[in-house]
């Protein structure tokens, strides 16, 4: 997951980083094939290298320590506003075939069975970012025909849905899970099955999805990650804490 995560990114661009996961795959980004990537935190950070520590909480001193800017969260979702990032990473609890995201409420949101944090930043990455890179577990309880609620907006019910809402710019690109990859159809925006990682196959990967998930034709493989991704990966979170977790 935290090398096609890094895949994602290319050189050059400047990609709304996050904790877990997506800070490991900026890393390898950094080491391996993307030297000039811009790191935004949403607390207000950017950096041009990672922090030479793993980060616990993206206010540790080591993510401060050698930013280019130390700002606030307003100024930096002004990057978003004016459509400056490239890539914003989010997760989340449910994500539907059309890519919306919930980190809100599990069930009815009248009557909640479960409240969860809510947006964050999320809902202004996914809005307003290039493109969306959505990362999270495969489980049929999560991957919906629908989801409970639309906390960070993907392609809405299809097709030209964020036009038709007035978004400027988006929608998720890649839907990282723990079992494949899943790309969004250029005309539908459903979701399809790009590959399956290593371990895994695209039986499993249709069971545990909530809806008929399409197969692409050339459905193969995740590319096993190079030695050069793997180093960088063990270098950086060397007792797996985030990687493990």
Not at 43 to 54: F, H, K, Q, T
Not at 80 to 105: C, K, P, W
Not at 121 to 141: S, T
Request: glycine residues 12%; contains cysteine; proline residues 7%.
């Amino acid at each position: 997951m935290v090398a096609q995560a890094a895949r994602e990114i290319c050189d050059g661009e400047t990609v709304f980083v996050g904790m877990r996961l997506p800070l490991i795959a900026f890393v390898v980004a950094k080491r391996t094939h993307a030297p000039n990537a811009i790191g935004i935190f949403e607390l207000g950070v950017m950096r041009d290298a990672p922090s030479r520590e793993l980060l616990y909480t993206m206010g540790d001193p080591p993510n401060v320590a050698g930013a280019r800017w130390c700002t606030r969260t307003v100024n930096v979702m002004g990057l978003l506003q004016r459509g400056e990032v490239a890539a914003g990473f989010i997760g989340g609890a449910e994500v539907d075939r059309f890519g919306n995201v919930n980190t809100s409420y599990i069930g009815d949101p009248s009557r909640p069975t479960v409240k969860l944090p809510g947006s964050g930043g999320g809902a202004d990455i996914a809005c307003l970012a290039q493109r969306l890179i959505v990362i999270m577990a495969h489980e049929k309880k999560r991957l919906r025909e629908r989801v409970d609620y639309v906390t960070s907006p993907g392609y809405g019910d299809g097709g030209d849905w964020r036009a038709r809402v007035g978004l400027p710019r988006g929608g998720p690109s890649v839907l990282i899970t723990t079992l494949g990859v899943l790309r969004f159809d250029p005309g539908t925006k459903e979701a399809f099955l790009a590959s399956y990682h290593p371990g895994s196959s695209v039986d499993e990967c249709v069971s545990e999805t909530g809806w008929a998930l399409r197969v692409a034709p050339d459905v193969r493989e995740t590319a096993a990650p190079s030695a050069a991704e793997l180093n960088a990966i063990r270098e950086y979170d060397p007792k797996g804490f985030w990687t493990n977790s």
